[in-house]
């Protein structure tokens, strides 16, 4: 949520900055901003901002807007309203500073109301104003003591860059809570809350803890902490390629990634079989067999896509390990005061590793002593640090913010966890072969609902006109009609929910009508016979139904037909045309799909 990127070094900054920017605008789209040092004789710093997308800023930007050091942010709103003046960078009244900041400073009023009461004028609503006037007020030596004084009377999350007039040779960062990496070049620096601005550049990143700072110049870094000692922070190599974030000849990174779910899984899935023992090895996971033999209960955090997927990993691990587990969105579970017990393994999904909720509940855990694991796709995030141990999903950059293959990989590696905790337990040998050979059937099969992409596009078209949805399933269904409605309501902003078609009958049958669409997932397992009851229910109250299945559905008037797995990993396939669906309904809307209106990719905020 929110991106921030910067660069010091010989190059012209303005282009580099919203290059960075667009790299960026997944995570906030609300305005965007640049401050740069003028340099030349005057010197001094220069800003521009703008409401809306970075687009909007570039063609607002001043004809003389050079320089070789600068700084800039793309913003979800939090506070204050999405306009030019709350866009960052923010400045003191004499243009000394420039700020950019991901995060929250909780205590803002009050330091507003100090800085009021001193003098200093704000013109902005936006929380990070106060650190700009922190800055300037420090009468310290270095800039660096500016903002390690400035920070020092913040309380809340920050992940800050720093542009000082008086000290044109340098970017000084921080990070608390919200992420901040380095970029090293050849004698240029890079900074940015996101690898996927850095990657064009330089796959050399230096990731900063919670607590520590850096000074960036054009030819060296040096990290240390908000307390003044220096830390040895070393360079770490990106995996992903720079190429991952482009559009590769798709019209969106949603399409782009839908169709990139066979190889993703494929990756998920790579050397991780172990054909001899029927089972999998997952390296990262910290859990060895006498650990795995003492788990009681699996419980699993996570928020959106991400807690859907969840709910789909619980059953698998009941259904496979006969472990009790179940899933729950982790801004819920953080606020009950949960009882944290010790014979429960706790598992955070998250693919940006980053989203609020999650890294709280799984910092709460672990101050109750909990052994918490994540399933994660971003390598090295916040969450993954914190974890005990976990697996990485491997399903390569999502820039998109409604996810898609992330969603499909999570919910293959709790296919994965759910056969190693079986194995460890009372899953047989043969049973651990047949879910191995539907594992491997899993990128073939996407292959071919990805094929059908035709049918469903047409079915989305005829749909779209519907102004609410019904979305049912039962049991290993119902997760997957829950995010399949999430998906369309997102992506298109027609209203859908999500009901076990168990419950129909008990209140939403009340809704069905021809206007009502109702999108049906009938897997061919025991519960057939069930699902087939509920669709006789909503055809005799005229309601039209969209069925997927793995076989034609007489009573549906569309079915689309998807390939049948195993029973207990039907539910990893069965929501992939309802990706497509919800793709081509926004499509055939005109909706902005890689950006809806209200969303951020990574909610790094409560
Ligand atoms: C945001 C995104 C969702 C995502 C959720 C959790 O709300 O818009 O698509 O599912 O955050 O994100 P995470 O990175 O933790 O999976």
Same mark, same amino acid.
């Given at each position: 949520m929110c991106g921030i990127v910067g660069y010091i070094g010989k190059r012209d900054v303005a282009p580099l900055l919203l290059e960075g920017l667009q790299r960026l605008e997944y995570r906030g789209y609300d305005s965007a901003g640049i401050a740069l040092h003028a340099g030349g004789k005057t010197g001094g710093l220069k800003s521009a901002?703008?409401?809306?997308?970075?687009?909007?800023?570039?063609?607002?930007? @001043?004809?003389?807007?050079?320089?070789?050091?600068?700084?800039?942010?793309?913003?979800?709103?939090? %506070?204050?309203?999405?306009?030019d003046v709350n866009a960052h960078p923010h400045l003191d009244a004499d243009e000394k500073v420039a700020v950019v900041h991901n995060g929250i400073i909780d205590n803002a009023?009050?330091?507003?109301?100090?800085?009021?009461?001193?003098?200093f004028v704000f013109v902005s609503d936006t929380d990070t104003e106060v650190l700009a006037h922190l800055i300037a007020r420090s009468e310290a030596g270095t800039l660096e003591e500016k903002v390690r004084e400035a920070v020092g009377h913040i309380e809340g999350t920050y992940g800050i860059a720093v542009l000082h007039a008086d000290f044109p040779d340098r970017i000084v960062v921080a990070r608390n809570g919200s992420p901040v990496v380095l970029g090293i070049g050849e004698k240029e620096m890079f900074v940015s809350s996101d690898v996927a601005a850095l990657v064009s550049h330089t796959r050399q990143v230096v990731t900063l803890d919670?607590?520590?700072? &850096?000074?960036?110049?054009?030819?060296?870094?040096?990290?240390?902490?908000?307390?003044?000692?220096?830390?040895?922070?070393q360079p770490t190599t990106v995996e992903w390629e720079a190429e991952s974030y482009d559009m590769g000849g798709h019209d969106t990174y949603m399409h782009k990634e839908i169709h990139e779910q066979a190889d993703a899984v494929d990756r998920a899935l790579r050397g991780r079989i172990d054909d001899r023992f029927s089972t999998v090895h997952l390296g990262g996971l910290n859990l060895d067999a006498r650990d795995a033999r003492a788990v009681r209960r699996v419980k699993i955090l996570g928020c959106g896509t991400s807690y859907h997927?969840?709910?789909?990993?619980?059953?698998?691990?009941?259904?496979?390990?006969?472990?009790?587990?179940?899933?729950? @969105? &982790?801004?819920?579970? #953080?606020?009950?005061?949960?009882?944290?017990?010790?014979?429960?393994?706790?598992?955070?999904?998250?693919?940006?590793?980053?989203?609020?909720?999650?890294l709280a509940a799984v910092q709460e855990?672990?101050?109750?002593?909990?052994? +918490?694991?994540?399933? +994660?796709?971003?390598?090295?995030? &916040?969450?993954?640090?914190?974890?005990?141990?976990?697996?990485y999903v491997h399903a390569g950059p999502e820039v998109c913010v409604v996810s898609t293959k992330c969603f499909t990989n999570m919910v293959v590696s709790f296919g994965l966890l759910a056969l190693h905790l079986g194995r460890t337990r009372d899953l047989s040998v043969a049973d651990g072969k047949r879910i191995i050979e539907g594992l491997r059937k899993l990128p073939g099969q996407i292959e071919e609902i990805l094929a059908n992409e035709a049918q469903i596009e047409e079915l989305a078209k005829e749909y779209a006109e519907a102004k609410s949805m019904m979305f049912i399933g039962r049991v290993r269904g119902?997760?997957?009609?829950?995010?399949?409605?999430l998906k369309l309501k997102e992506v298109s902003y027609i209203h859908a929910e999500a009901y076990p078609a168990s419950e129909l009958k008990h209140g939403p049958l009340a809704l069905i009508e021809p206007a009502m669409p109702t999108v049906a997932i009938v897997p061919d397992d025991e519960l057939l016979e069930k699902n087939r009851a509920a669709l006789e229910e909503i055809k005799a #109250?005229?309601?039209?139904?969209?069925?997927?299945? %793995?076989?034609?559905?007489?009573?549906?008037?569309?079915?689309?037909? +998807?390939?049948?797995?195993?029973?207990?990993?039907?539910?990893?396939?069965m929501g992939i045309p309802l990706q497509l669906f919800a793709y081509y309904t926004a499509?055939?809307?005109?909706?902005?799909?890689?950006?809806?209106?209200?969303?951020a990719k990574s909610v790094t905020v409560e």
């Open positions: 901002k703008a409401k809306g997308r970075v687009r909007e800023l570039e063609s607002r930007l @001043p004809k003389r807007f050079n320089g070789t050091t600068g700084i800039a942010h793309t913003r979800w709103a939090t %506070h204050g309203a999405p306009n009023a009050d330091l507003r109301t100090r800085l009021t009461a001193e003098g919670d607590g520590e700072m &850096a000074t960036l110049r054009a030819d060296d870094y040096r990290t240390y902490t908000t307390e003044g000692s220096s830390t040895s922070a997927a969840g709910q789909i990993g619980a059953q698998m691990i009941e259904e496979l390990a006969r472990i009790p587990a179940d899933a729950e @969105p &982790a801004s819920e579970f #953080r606020y009950r005061n949960p009882v944290v017990d010790p014979d429960t393994l706790y598992i955070a999904v998250s693919q940006s590793g980053e989203t609020y909720d999650v855990l672990k101050r109750k002593g909990a052994r +918490v694991l994540g399933l +994660v796709n971003v390598v090295g995030s &916040a969450i993954a640090r914190e974890t005990d141990g976990g697996i119902y997760p997957v009609a829950r995010e399949a409605s #109250r005229s309601g039209r139904i969209l069925a997927v299945a %793995h076989q034609v559905q007489e009573k549906a008037d569309h079915t689309i037909v +998807v390939p049948k797995n195993e029973d207990e990993l039907d539910a990893i396939l499509k055939a809307m005109g909706r902005d799909i890689d950006k809806p209106r209200n969303l």
